[in-house]
């Protein structure tokens, strides 16, 4: 496949401690555009909304939590359905530059061709090699037969954002 698939537009707002101290919350809506080939867009619009929760327990360790609630486009292409998940996780900061995270994620999606719940765990590590130059590396497996095949990313952050991503697991 290629091309360029549909565009998405949102905005963060950080409503409460947004230096991450305390108890961080955020809300972040969204819309998606149909700008994407069929092959790779989704068909129709669809939108969203993300609710970021951190609260830090010490300057180490940090739990998260973001619920989020979609009208995702329907498997056809025509109309919008009911998503919704969660995602919560634990942060750890193992040395000035290094942090280790681990996730649980539950989805529901109200597809009218199909309804699935997933469930996934994530292990990511994190490493700021300068100031301006983040490197990642993220591992995730599905703990359900809803859950797609697990897999790994690993990539870089830098002036720009990029990403490379490979399957690392067969289900």
């Not at 707002?13 to 230096?19: G, T, V």
């Not at 129709?44 to 909304?49: I, K, L, M, P």
């Amino acid at each position: 496949m290629n091309g360029v698939g549909d565009v998405s537009l949102g905005m963060k707002a950080n409503l409460h401690h947004p230096d991450g101290s305390d108890l961080s919350v955020s809300v972040l809506p969204f819309v998606t555009l149909p700008v994407g080939r069929s092959s790779i867009g989704a068909g129709d619009w669809g939108a969203g909304f993300l609710v970021p929760l951190t609260y830090e327990l010490s300057d180490a360790v940090s739990l998260d939590l973001t619920p989020e609630i979609d009208a995702a486009v329907d498997q056809d292409g025509n109309g919008r359905h009911l998503a919704y998940s969660s995602t919560a996780g634990l942060s750890v900061a193992v040395s000035k530059a290094v942090t280790l995270t681990g996730e649980l994620q539950a989805l529901r999606d109200n597809d009218p061709d199909k309804h699935t719940s997933q469930a996934l765990a994530a292990l990511s590590l994190a490493w700021m090699a300068s100031d301006d130059l983040q490197f990642d590396m993220l591992g995730a497996a599905g703990l359900n037969d809803d859950t797609p095949m697990p897999g790994c990313m690993r990539g870089y952050r830098g002036g720009s954002r990029c990403w490379s991503a490979c399957s690392c697991c067969k289900r």
